[in-house]
């Protein structure tokens, strides 16, 4: 028991940025846009808070906070490309996240070879510093988040329409909304989340930028966000649920009674529930009704 | 006067590019080579070595140092048969109208199944690694399978779906593998030598590269795929349920059927990449550190292929020909994840094709407002 309480921090470590891009994944399906590029734009995140950290000397903890910010940054720009596509040009929204998956890989480990004449980032000395009893200050930032999602989309007028632009488009913009800025305002929301938690992800749990450190947690996100049935307190819940697998899977050595599961166990479970309650919530539409499809006004 | 022909031709050119997804695709990936060029330009590097790798890996010559060797051709090809394979899980997927994301888990499925068969199965010579590629064909077909019986009968998204299923299949893939008795971390024992899928005259003609058997394995695929798309009654239906899945229905298709179908033969087409590149470009069976990322290039592979047969074929030795070069970049100071950056980018510009349509509906839209004004001005 003491070493399940004892994994409290490590487990928080492992939600928080889960959490914060599921949350920015549910803003953008809330709207109507689905965003399978989650992943890449938690790479370029982490490329970029690792990449901002290091250049800046690699031990301040004022660093890591400029870090934080430019990883924001970077993800809202890249998440522009997004955007344009799938609400200007009412692209196909799987085939330009998936492009944006294949630019992220390549276009940060290309930048790393240039900048640090390696494939992965230069080490910094030291990442964020855990505050009070081991918690990074990651996991309130997944708090302020996940409050802020939550408040914008159920007690602001902005959340009532994005929702609404969500659900049907056509309603909304014969209702005055500009559908269109509301999904733009909405997918860059998602993508400077993304990044910020590629950030956490990288500033908390290791000491540099490779290829592998996302290593799914971005689709973990997506699937958080269908789990969570597209509400904030479920995708928060789903986020923990994962995140504590996921912790499960690489902590389990340390416990005893866990040993005799291989830590595949664990890995698998986020993928597997949400394919089981995916299976047995079918039928009862959970889903924003207009998410993927691309609204075209008539008449212009 | 002139500027408005002037412009006038330039969209006309336009058009005629956007008229057909053929010059559509070698728009786009001319343009992606385009964007690589101009970034390795922008970090001081010189791109002539990034052409001058792609030259001696589709020919053998090295121009700088004059000579040839043809085992980079070997190379080439062993690197495009699996995008080749994943490319045709992609598309055939997609002309049912599905967008199947899971060829990487098909393609780890069917991976998985070929090193058990070749570690496990008879070891008889000339059998051995046909059965092992016919099993690792059906697992594959049966994990696409999965997917299509979930998105029929449940109406699960297979996006979601293939995505969830890419990491299950990399999970347990690693699981099994080192459940394998003298297995370690990373690596089974070596295979018998029976379960090696032949190189035979390959070896010789292309100076001991990896080609193998395998070439022919995959040309069968492309033949099939053609053969079931086009001319079958069973590539009709998928082909009408892609279209327009209500129409199928009233038409008499079982849409159903249809899907699931449609997913398997996807699965089957990722699952014999995975047996090829197992069985042909390694010794013994690998515990996977990581994804292979053939089922990811292998959608850019569809995209610019555009679903068929031939195309899929052409893209795929295209995106073969980056895979293989990026060790010849690497080693002229060209930081090899351009070849990365360019797909990502045909893939991005691809989905920016509807974009140039509405483009050229608007140019057209406004010449034929123009004309009217002017000849409105013309009888006033």
Known sequence: ?300 | MRTAKARSGGSRLLDSILAAPRTVSIFVVVLGFACGTILILAVGRDPGGMYAALVQTLTGFDLTRGTWNARYIGEWLTASLPLILCGMSMGFAARTGLFNIGAEGQYIVGLTIAQAVALFGPQIQGLHWILAVIAAGLGGAAWGGIVGWLKARYAVSEVVATIMLNYIAFFLSRYFTRLIPDANTYQTPSFPATARIPTGVFDSLTNGSRLNAGIFVALLCVLAYWFIIERTRLGFSLRATGLNKEAARYGGIRVTRAVIISMGIAGAFAGLAGAIVSLGSFSYGRVLGGYDNYGFNGIAVALVGNSTAGGTLVSGLLFGMLASAQPLMQSRQIPKEVTWIISGLVVVFISLRTGFQMLIDWRSKRMTERDEAAREGGEG
């Open chain 1, 1 to 300: 028991m003491n070493e399940l309480l004892g994994m409290i921090p490590s487990v928080l470590m492992m939600v928080s940025p889960i959490l914060i891009a599921a949350m920015g994944g549910m803003i953008s399906e809330r709207a109507g846009i689905v965003n399978i590029a989650l992943e890449g734009l938690m790479g370029i995140g982490a490329f970029t808070a690792a990449t901002t950290h290091v250049l800046l000397g690699g031990e301040f903890q004022a660093t890591v906070w400029v870090a934080l910010g430019t990883a924001l940054v970077a993800g809202a720009l890249i998440s522009l490309i997004h955007a344009y596509a799938s609400v200007s040009l009412n692209a196909d929204q799987v085939v330009s996240g998936t492009g944006i998956n294949l630019l992220a890989m390549g276009s940060t480990v290309f930048l790393a070879q240039i900048i640090f004449h390696q494939e992965r980032t230069e080490p910094y000395k030291l990442g964020m510093l855990p505050g009070p009893g081991g918690i990074y200050a990651t996991a309130y930032i997944a708090l302020a988040v996940l409050a802020a999602s939550w408040y914008v989309l159920y007690r602001r007028p902005f959340g009532l329409r994005l929702r609404a632009c969500g659900e049907h488009p056509a309603a909304a913009a014969a209702a005055g909304i500009d559908v269109r800025k509301v999904r733009y305002i909405a997918v860059l929301v998602s993508g400077a989340l993304a990044g910020l938690a590629g950030a956490c992800l990288v500033l908390t749990q290791t000491i540099q930028y490779t290829m592998y450190t996302i290593n799914g947690a971005g689709f973990i996100a997506l699937a958080a966000v269908s789990f969570g049935r597209w509400l904030p307190k479920g995708v928060a819940g789903a986020a923990l649920l994962f995140g504590s697998a996921v912790a499960l899977a690489i902590y389990m050595v340390n416990i005893q009674a866990l040993r005799v599961l291989p830590p595949e166990f664990f890995s698998v479970m986020p993928y597997l529930i949400t394919i089981v309650t995916l299976v047995l919530f079918s039928g009862k539409d959970y889903a924003p009704r207009a998410a993927g499809q691309p609204f075209e006004k008539s008449g212009s």
